[in-house]
């Protein structure tokens, strides 16, 4: 028996092995440059210290390290069997968020406390949503997929978690779960006629979103259109934040130089508008590295859905990496004053336990989905 069960656990190992060997190591080293150019960051409008901020993102960087390679090696099968309960965690976290949520600025409820540890459920939901989603299309033959009767479903998921989660309220995020819900069901194969009828829908929807939006989120769109009608109020933000990247030049003030980020005048250089002090210190040039950077990164996760021999791995590659793609438009948009200020944090590089752990997690499943590429299930 001892001998038996040594020799099948050394087989588990080896296959273990194998696994870990196969990990795309250009799409993790991209990864780890993105989140390592943050730490920097964080030192730097810390001005030059590593705490409160740099030191705590590179221990929750080590630790969601073994997390995504916990995801990355699990039987692809598993996830699939899994995942219409890993939506319902979520939309279950979501909902008890809105119960017994702790209560943040501007009356935002968006924070969970469960034996000590706080985190944003939103996070945890919309890789439920892209699990679900994943697993619905892999079971739809290809010709029903555009028949409209199959959107009612995904339709209906995305629909629950954007409204739990403005509900909250949290618009930034609900916008990321429509809009890459959205990219999703066209990946799938949904007519790009059916998003045109969406969006005129949408369009005609507004005067109604617009009546049950909250007092400061309607006093966000407004500053959007006209900062300097309110530039010591609500546009200061964003005033700031475009002084600090114009300041920047082609070049950049230099390392620990950037004035805005360093006499505090960028609000939350931190967390939402850490790009700011990236193109304030480092200029159009580090700007424009970092957005490559991302670019990088989603375009290698798009391929490694392509390989993916499996409608689950496809989607859900597709899936996660639009997530990220519309984190990253919606921030650098929001900062540069080309999109309504809507709080949402720049994956890898902006502080916060909650959004790096589950991005991390997130890329831990596209590896995933890279390391079975060959494995066809139903």
Same mark, same amino acid.
């Given at each position: 028996m =001892?001998?038996?069960?040594? @020799?099948?656990a050394?087989?588990?190992?080896?296959?273990?092995l194998?696994?870990?060997?196969?990990?795309?190591?250009?799409f993790?080293?991209?990864?780890?440059?993105?989140?390592?150019?943050?730490?920097?960051m964080?030192?730097?409008?810390?001005?030059g210290?590593?705490?409160?901020?740099?030191?705590?993102?590179?221990?929750?960087?080590?630790?969601a390290?073994?997390?995504?390679?916990?995801?990355a090696?699990?039987?692809?099968r598993?996830?699939?069997q899994?995942a219409?309960?890993?939506?319902?965690?979520?939309?279950?976290?979501?909902?008890l968020?809105?119960?017994?949520?702790?209560?943040?600025?501007?009356g935002?409820?968006?924070?969970?406390?469960?034996?000590?540890? !706080?985190?944003?459920?939103?996070?945890v939901?919309?890789i439920?949503?892209?699990?679900?989603?994943?697993?619905? &299309?892999?079971?739809?033959? =290809?010709?029903n997929?555009?028949?409209?009767?199959?959107?009612i479903?995904?339709?209906?998921?995305?629909?629950?978690?954007?409204?739990?989660?403005?509900?909250?309220p949290?618009?930034g995020?609900?916008?990321?779960?429509?809009?890459?819900?959205?990219?999703t069901?066209?990946?799938?194969?949904? @007519?790009?006629?059916?998003?045109?009828? #969406?969006?005129?829908?949408?369009?005609?929807?507004?005067?109604?979103v617009?009546?049950h939006?909250?007092?400061?989120?309607?006093?966000?769109?407004?500053t959007?259109?006209?900062? @300097?009608?309110?530039?010591?109020?609500?546009?200061?933000?964003i005033?700031q934040?475009?002084? #600090?990247?114009?300041?920047?030049?082609?070049?950049?003030k230099?390392?620990?130089?950037?004035?805005?980020? !360093?006499?505090?005048?960028? =609000?939350?250089?931190h967390?939402?508008?850490?790009?700011?002090?990236?193109?304030?210190?480092?200029?159009f040039?580090?700007?424009?590295?970092?957005?490559?950077?991302y670019?990088?990164?989603?375009i290698?996760?798009?391929?490694i859905?392509?390989?993916?021999?499996?409608?689950?791995?496809?989607?859900?590659?597709?899936?996660?990496m639009a997530?990220?793609?519309?984190?990253?438009?919606?921030?650098?948009?929001?900062?540069?004053?080309?999109? =309504?200020?809507?709080?949402?944090?720049?994956?890898l590089? @902006? &502080?916060?336990?909650?959004?790096?752990?589950?991005?991390?997690v997130?890329l831990g499943?596209?590896?995933?989905?890279?390391?079975?590429?060959?494995m066809?299930?139903?």
């Open positions: =001892p001998r038996s069960y040594s @020799s099948s050394r087989k588990d190992d080896l296959v273990i194998r696994k870990v060997q196969g990990l795309p190591w250009g993790l080293g991209m990864m780890t440059a993105i989140a390592c150019f943050g730490f920097l964080l030192y730097s409008v810390a001005q210290n590593f705490d409160p901020w740099a030191s705590r993102q590179m221990v929750r960087f080590a630790i390290i073994p997390l995504m390679l916990v995801v090696v699990m039987d692809i598993l996830w699939y899994y219409w309960l890993a939506f319902l965690a979520g939309a279950g976290l979501l909902v968020t809105l119960i017994m949520g702790k209560i943040g600025g501007l935002a409820q968006r924070w969970l406390s469960i034996g000590g540890l !706080q985190f944003q459920p939103a996070e939901a919309k439920g949503l892209a699990l679900a989603i994943a697993r619905y &299309y892999h079971r739809i033959h =290809p010709e997929v555009g028949r409209l009767r199959t959107l479903v995904p339709g209906l998921l995305i629909a629950v978690t954007a409204a739990l989660v403005l509900k909250q949290n618009l995020m609900a916008l990321i779960i429509i809009s890459s819900g959205g990219i069901l066209f990946l799938s194969g949904v @007519s790009w006629k059916k998003f045109a009828v #969406a969006g005129v829908l949408a369009v005609a929807a507004l005067p109604l617009w009546s939006m909250h007092g400061y989120q309607k006093q966000r769109v407004l959007f259109l006209n900062p @300097s009608s309110d530039p010591l109020g609500a546009g200061y933000n005033i934040s475009e002084i #600090a990247i114009g300041s920047g030049g082609f070049w950049g230099g390392f620990l130089k950037g004035t805005q980020s !360093q006499l505090s005048f960028i =609000p939350e250089k967390t939402d508008f850490i790009f700011s002090t990236v193109a304030e210190e480092w200029g040039v580090g700007g424009l590295a970092v957005i490559i950077m670019g990088a990164l989603v290698s996760g798009l391929f859905a392509m390989r993916s021999h499996s409608m689950f791995g496809r989607l859900l590659a597709a899936g996660l997530q990220m793609f519309m984190h990253v438009f919606i921030n650098i948009g929001m900062v540069m004053g080309m999109l =309504p200020v809507v709080g949402v944090p720049l994956p590089l @902006s &502080y916060g336990g909650t959004s790096l752990i589950s991005t991390v997130g499943f596209i590896l995933n989905v890279h390391i079975h590429r060959d066809k299930f139903s």
